[in-house]
């Protein structure tokens, strides 16, 4: 499952779900402002606040809607 | 007409006339959703943290009229965003700071204080006011805010003494703030 590490009020994490959604990519949203597990283990991922983080596997991630990296991360 | 005679909403709603901060040193900026200029909202955390006992006050308004909008080209934006822990001064509502739609205390600072260009030893000057200039010449007209971040130096008695645009990165005015303590 494609986790996508995320919240509310930032765009660039909007527009990487619209992007998902539009490529057919079902993906998990993990709230780092509203639950404080997914912050935890955004941190441990990317060891930052910073999103969108795109990962399948927990390990290999993708920070920020770089649509390539994505597309490579997810072979889509 | 002072900046005291003006009745604003914190982020949690509550009524918050700006007379209650007369004696203090404010710093008036208009935030954006912790997306490109973010290094600004950790500096102004710092200032904060530095000066609050000495009198200063950082008064911060989200506003989305520029959020979406990139400065600059996919490489040269950063395409995320950071979630803001950790910034304890106040934020008030979302609202607008620029145009028609501006906040009553928006329009009176700009007017107080003009546009007078931005800092171009900043590394993201150039780039801003060519994306200005190309997607939305009409920010640059004016005094109107031109961008997040912009900065609006109050000192203890109301006077809007100085403005200072996004290109100029909060570290840099701590010495206009001490002045003023």
């Known amino acids: 499952m494609v986790k996508v590490y995320s919240f509310e009020s930032c765009p660039w994490c909007n527009k990487l779900k619209k992007y998902l959604t539009s490529r057919g990519v079902e993906y998990e949203v993990r709230d780092i402002e509203l639950d404080e597990e997914a912050a935890k283990e955004c941190q441990k991922i990317s060891g930052d606040l910073t999103v969108p983080v795109t990962t399948v596997d927990g390990k290999n991630y993708v920070l920020g809607f770089d649509k390539a990296k994505i597309d490579a991360l997810l072979g889509i | ?181």
């Open chain 2, 1 to 181: 007409m002072s900046i005291y005679d003006f009745t604003v909403k914190t982020n949690k709603g509550v009524e918050k006339n700006l007379g209650d901060y007369k004696g203090k040193v404010l710093l008036i900026v208009n935030t954006a959703s912790k997306c490109g200029f973010t290094p600004q909202f950790e500096e102004l955390q710092e200032l904060y943290k530095t000066y609050k006992d000495r009198g200063l006050e950082i008064l911060g308004f989200p506003c989305n009229q520029f959020a979406e909008q990139d400065p600059g080209t996919a490489e040269e934006i950063q395409s995320f965003c950071k979630l803001n822990y950790g910034v304890t001064f106040q934020i008030f509502e979302k609202g607008d700071v620029r145009g028609e739609t501006a906040q009553p205390l928006f329009k009176y600072l700009t007017a107080q204080k003009g546009f007078k260009g931005f800092d171009k030893s900043h590394p993201i000057a150039e780039k801003l006011e060519e994306a200005l200039k190309k997607n939305f010449p009409e920010y640059l007209e004016g005094d109107g805010i031109k961008w997040n971040f912009t900065k609006f130096l109050i000192d203890k008695n109301g006077n809007v003494v100085e403005r200072f645009e996004p290109t100029t990165t909060p570290k840099s005015i701590a010495a206009d703030i001490e002045k003023l303590l």
